[in-house]
């Protein structure tokens, strides 16, 4: 087993600084998609919680981007979750020589990991990713790593994804072989490694399919390589009629029949032709990129940049995942299409104005703005599949105050005379640190600390951290002070003797 930890750990190299855990309960949504308790960990990623992961003990996830933004693994996340036939998608990979190796996830659906012999740009990554899962089929499968970059200092740390093999074999997490048959992990390593890529190889690597339609939605070019699925003519044709329009206004109810004939198998009779033609003369009608057979091979961010894509009609930038941080108050991390992750407040999200505005310092584009209806609708849908990450302790109004109050009383300039207390200055005897609230107030001012009120203050230094009041006459004049168990110090101070005797007051 230690072998193949160090197998697993090389492979699945991320984040060191974090990880995801997943407790699986015996129920499932309405999708057939498995529930359970999801958390984010924010400890450093250890041979003992893989060893865990692969015998069975805990599951884990791993975050594919780094804190440098580049990664050495990702994945096309196919959300199948019944019916899925993985025998299938596994040749079919094999067919378009691509460099994934396919394995059943936790939930039933697919998982097509990549792995790189070096590490390489997330943007480049995700990129690659997307137009495998056009070419598969599967456009709008999600995309691991979901970000091109991270904010660390922000305590970002992007999303993570299950781990294959929890259990080994017996978990069901496993890879597939272009027959169907299961690999065990030696064999899911070994073909891992052989099908690691570098950067340039990844970059280079493409998917042959025909130059028709190649300044238009990459969805027609797929379709008109691998045929139009039955079921998809009516709606194929339509959207090749809209691809006439723009790319051929003069002529392009012929280019229709042209592409009806060379297309659809078999083709649409002529009165049906005839509709669709009579439906598009109306006005101009856009591609139906959430419908079938388009939605299957999308990729929108190429498509956006094709002369007869999607264009302007694309409206507001596709948001694909949003991230809180639970700290107080909450951070917001929105992972935008080919554009990077956003860092918004909670306005930020309520108001589609300030929503403009964090994309133009950051994007430099503005977005239209929305049916206010649109708006909501897809802000809940993003609330509904929100990742949410515990922030530390420490990051918290009180964890934030604690920390503050330390430093006051550990690393500032003490007080060398019972008289400087009234100066602001800490003061500590006998394992307890001595001060004046209206001192660490103002040493909470000059560092901008607006977290909690002066009362909310007091009531932590008297209920948390049991302070006491004292009442003290320095020099003929009342002194109100409080005073805390001692906390750690960084340095050792000297005491004056005559401290020592009679104690500070």
Not at 55 to 67: C, S
Not at 136 to 141: D, F, N, R, S, V
Not at 432 to 440: I, K
Request: with cysteine; glycine share 8%; net charge neutral.
């Amino acid at each position: 087993m230690t072998e193949q930890v160090d197998k697993f750990m090389d492979l699945f190299h991320g984040l060191e600084r974090a990880y995801g855990t997943f407790e699986i309960t015996n129920s499932r949504e309405r999708d057939g998609k498995k529930t359970g308790k999801v958390r984010s960990i924010h400890k450093p990623v250890t041979r003992d919680i893989w060893l865990q992961h692969l015998n069975g003990t805990q599951a884990i996830g791993i975050v594919p981007i780094r804190d440098d933004s580049t990664v050495q693994f990702g994945a096309i996340d196919i959300d199948i979750y019944s019916n899925m036939d993985h025998a299938t998608m596994a040749k079919k990979i094999e067919d378009l020589r691509m460099p994934l190796v396919p394995c059943k996830s936790k939930s039933g659906g697919l998982h097509g990991w990549i792995f790189l012999s070096e590490p390489t740009p997330a943007g480049l990554v995700q990129r690659k990713l997307r137009e495998m899962a056009a070419a598969l089929g599967h456009g709008k499968a999600e995309i691991f790593p979901k970000q091109s970059e991270v904010l660390p200092d922000r305590g970002d740390i992007g999303n993570w994804i299950n781990m294959p093999y929890f259990d080994g074999v017996a978990g069901g997490r496993h890879g597939i072989r272009p027959d169907g048959h299961i690999m065990d992990m030696d064999e899911f390593t070994q073909t891992a490694y052989i099908k690691r890529v570098t950067a340039d190889e990844l970059e280079s690597f493409g998917i042959q399919i025909k130059d028709d339609f190649s300044d238009g939605p990459p969805c027609l070019q797929h379709l008109a390589t691998q045929g139009f699925p039955q079921g998809t003519r009516n709606n194929g044709l339509y959207n090749l009629g809209v691809y006439a329009k723009k790319s051929a206004p003069d002529s392009w109810e012929g280019k229709v029949e042209e592409y009806n004939i060379q297309y659809m198998q078999p083709p649409l009779g002529i009165s049906e032709v005839k509709e669709l033609l009579k439906s598009l003369k109306k006005k101009d009608y856009q591609y139906t990129c959430q419908q079938v057979p388009c939605s299957s091979h999308c990729n929108s961010s190429v498509c956006r940049g094709r002369k007869y894509g999607v264009g302007d009609h694309a409206g507001m930038p596709i948001v694909t995942s949003l991230t809180k941080y639970n700290s107080v108050p909450p951070i917001w991390f929105a992972d935008i299409e080919g554009g990077g992750r956003l860092e918004l407040e909670t306005e930020d999200i309520q108001s589609q104005h300030r929503f403009q505005r964090v994309c133009m310092e950051a994007l430099n584009m503005m977005p239209p703005v929305m049916n206010g209806k649109a708006w909501q609708v897809m802000i809940q849908s993003l609330m509904e599949n929100v990742t949410v990450i515990d922030a530390p302790n420490d990051s918290s109004p009180k964890g934030q105050l604690m920390e503050y109050l330390e430093r006051y009383c550990t690393q500032r300039a003490q007080a060398l005379s019972k008289e400087e207390i009234r100066l602001g200055k800490p003061y500590t005897e006998d394992s307890r640190h001595y001060f004046t609230l209206s001192g660490f107030m103002a040493f909470l001012e000059r560092h901008k600390f607006k977290l909690m009120s002066m009362h909310e203050i007091t009531s932590y230094l008297k209920n948390d951290l049991k302070a006491k009041h004292h009442f003290f006459n320095i020099k003929g004049k009342g002194t109100n002070a409080w005073s805390i168990a001692q906390l750690g110090q960084e340095t050792k101070l000297d005491v004056p003797n005559t401290w020592k005797n009679g104690g500070p007051f």
